[in-house]
């Protein structure tokens, strides 16, 4: 018995002398900057394409990854409110795609714009609203960036168009944002993103056909996570190389799964526009672990297996964090932190978006246009009497 605890007091000494002599790297010893190679791009109609090899920051390293593991919680916390129902309605994750929005707005300049379909709450707060202000919105309170009026699909902010839930109708609306960019302020880009679901919809053809002739500096985004709705990719489509659909639009494949690759596909699809060649349509190849919506399970039209190999292999934020921290831009320590505050920060809006008041009745009427002259009334579920419209609040993007 003896011969055991002295075993186990050894055993314990020797751990702590372990840990004390372990390698932890001194922030003083820290790199400032890393540089990575990405996988090669594919492109159509282009001579050539963004360098592989790319360099980051520590300051932009960690504000990548600050940005996804927010976007990470943010859609977990809203999942379980979903399931509590707590949240109600349609709710359509990012889980997965992390590394799509963050990886295009670090390239995007303040005069660019974005639009995006039903899948939208991450772009929605890497846009600028905070995490209560996209958390409030889905439980309908007036913490909500849209007042609780909105919900999960109709998020706005500057420069950031939506959040739309008909299915392929943000391709045409954003090469219009395009357009306005081009004829009214001379400059700016619009990123207009749908899925490989919507990908099919004849008025993208048309908008790529009108956009190329008026040399519409708009980049087409395919957000490709495999899956429109409960359809894979090969089953719906013909040719599932969507960066080549545009035909005589260029296009570029990026790996949607690297923050990084991400950014250089952006930054040469801005640069692209910019220079007068018109638009240019950008696959990102990326994976959903959610079901198309908190309704779909996710699992009945593929398997778990599939889902947790991407997960261990593939995960935008696991494999970003492994790179900083091996090409040593941050040590551990730092990023637990990181990972905990926000943690907390996410806890915090989620106990505040249940407990939040929602807007009074007579507010349900405001704001739906930008210029009240335009709609004195709002007609109600009886035509006798109508409701009064009014103006409270400041129209974005006007």
């Not at 540089?35 to 159509?44: A, G, Q, S, Y």
Request: net charge neutral; proline share 3%; with cysteine.
């Amino acid at each position: 018995m003896f011969s055991n605890c002295a075993r186990n007091i050894n055993s314990r000494c020797l751990l702590k002398i372990l840990k004390f002599n372990s390698p932890a790297v001194p922030k003083a010893s820290l790199s400032t900057e890393a540089t990575f190679e990405i996988k090669e791009f594919k492109l159509h109609n282009l001579e050539e394409g963004p360098k592989t090899t790319v360099t980051v920051s520590k300051e932009d390293a960690v504000d990548y990854y600050t940005k996804m593991y927010t976007l990470r919680r943010l859609e977990t916390l809203a999942g379980n409110l979903y399931k509590e129902k707590t949240i109600r309605g349609f709710c359509h994750l990012y889980s997965g795609q992390e590394a799509c929005a963050v990886g295009m707005h670090a390239a995007m300049r303040p005069e660019d714009g974005v639009i995006t379909a039903y899948r939208c709450h991450g772009w929605t707060h890497v846009m600028g609203v905070s995490i209560l202000g996209v958390m409030a919105e889905l439980t309908g309170r007036e913490s909500g960036c849209s007042r609780g009026k909105g919900g999960s699909m109709h998020m706005y902010a500057r420069n950031f168009y939506g959040g739309n839930g008909i299915v392929g109708a943000q391709v045409p609306l954003g090469a219009g944002i395009a357009l306005a960019n081009k004829y009214l302020r001379g400059k700016g880009t619009c990123f207009a993103l749908y899925g490989d679901g919507a990908a099919n919809q004849g008025q993208v053809f048309e908008v790529y056909n009108m956009s190329k002739l008026w040399k519409v500096p708009v980049i087409y985004v395919c957000e490709n996570n495999g899956y429109g709705m409960g359809t894979s990719a090969e089953r719906a489509s013909a040719n599932i190389s969507y960066y080549t659909r545009g035909d005589y639009v260029p296009g570029i494949w990026v790996d949607g799964m690297d923050v990084l690759a991400v950014r250089e596909a952006a930054r040469f699809a801005i640069e692209h526009c910019e220079s007068g060649k018109g638009p240019i349509v950008m696959e990102t190849a990326t994976y959903r672990y959610s079901g198309h919506s908190m309704s779909d399970p996710g699992t009945s039209y593929r398997s778990r297996d599939e889902i947790q190999e991407v997960r261990q292999t593939r995960d935008p934020i696991t494999s970003f964090r492994e790179k900083i921290l091996t090409a040593e831009l941050i040590d551990l320590d730092e990023l637990k932190q990181i990972e905990a505050k926000i943690r907390s920060a996410v806890d915090e809006a989620g106990k505040k978006a249940k407990s939040d008041k929602e807007i009074s009745l007579d507010e349900l009427t405001a704001d739906i246009y930008a210029n009240p002259e335009n709609l004195q009334s709002v007609r109600n579920v009886s035509p006798l009497a109508p409701l009064q419209h009014k103006r409270l609040g400041t129209a974005i993007n006007m």
